[in-house]
């Protein structure tokens, strides 16, 4: 799978929009952006998945650069809650299931 | 629906011995993965099942392996515990074993290696 890069750390004021930004230069075709987070002492929660569109749903927002080789998740009014990290992860939906996680990015929410 | 479910949350072992976890999946899913996490290593994948056969391994010595029962439920057993061992082990469930399904966490067991 190829490999995504994300900021270690970002804070953020509650109330206030979060752009959480992902790199990932050596996107395929068949590559899909997934987007999970995992809260303190959680296992790991879906967040929300493109291929090459913008999509929402009630969590959040993704929009994909027009050539699919970054991608941003968008929190529209980021609460205590949100405070995790989040993983941007590619997964090739002709290749094996197992999701690939990189080091993340840990949002800390600021009240 | 129910989550996924591990058991135990908590479990202490000593070098040298061997362990078994459990994981149960949203009822109607049939895929179970599972993953140890680390601070040094991070999320890494261990195995993945699919009716209960399994699919796909990760880069893992022999002493970890798991199984699937014909209900979806899964077990992982570590064998010859070592210090390293200790960490996070999470099991995930998915509907089926197409790579756009989502899937679901349990919250883990903490294995500690004394």
């Known amino acids: 799978d190829a490999k995504t890069t994300q900021p270690n750390s970002m804070e953020s004021n509650e109330e206030e929009p979060v752009h959480l930004p992902c790199n990932h230069s050596?996107?395929?075709?068949?590559?899909?952006i997934h987007w999970y987070r995992q809260l303190p002492s959680q296992g790991p929660e879906y967040v929300i998945h493109g291929l090459t569109s913008n999509v929402n749903n009630r969590m959040a927002s993704l929009a994909i650069a027009e050539d699919r080789k970054s991608s941003t998740l968008i929190l529209h009014r980021a609460t205590l809650r949100d405070a995790a990290v989040y993983y941007c992860?590619?997964?090739?939906?002709?290749?094996?299931?197992?999701?690939?996680f990189g080091t993340g990015t840990r949002l800390t929410v600021i009240p | 629906k129910a989550g996924v479910t591990q058991t135990p949350r908590y479990l202490i072992k000593t070098r040298g011995q061997q362990v078994t976890l459990s994981c149960s999946p949203i009822s109607g899913h049939r895929s179970v993965s599972w993953y140890q996490q680390t601070p040094g290593q991070g999320l890494q994948f261990l195995f993945e099942y699919f009716s209960e056969t399994q699919r796909n391994k990760g880069n893992f010595p022999g002493r970890f392996s798991g199984r699937q029962f014909s209900n979806s439920r899964s077990e992982m057993n570590v064998s010859t515990l070592e210090l390293g061992d200790s960490a996070l082990y999470l099991c995930?469930?998915?509907?089926?074993?197409?790579?756009?399904?989502?899937?679901?966490f349990g919250p883990g067991t903490r294995l500690t290696v004394l």
């Open positions: 995930a469930s998915s509907t089926t074993i197409s790579r756009t399904d989502t899937q679901y």
């Open positions: 050596t996107i395929s075709g068949t590559d899909y």
């Open positions: 992860i590619l997964r090739d939906y002709t290749g094996a299931n197992n999701l690939f």
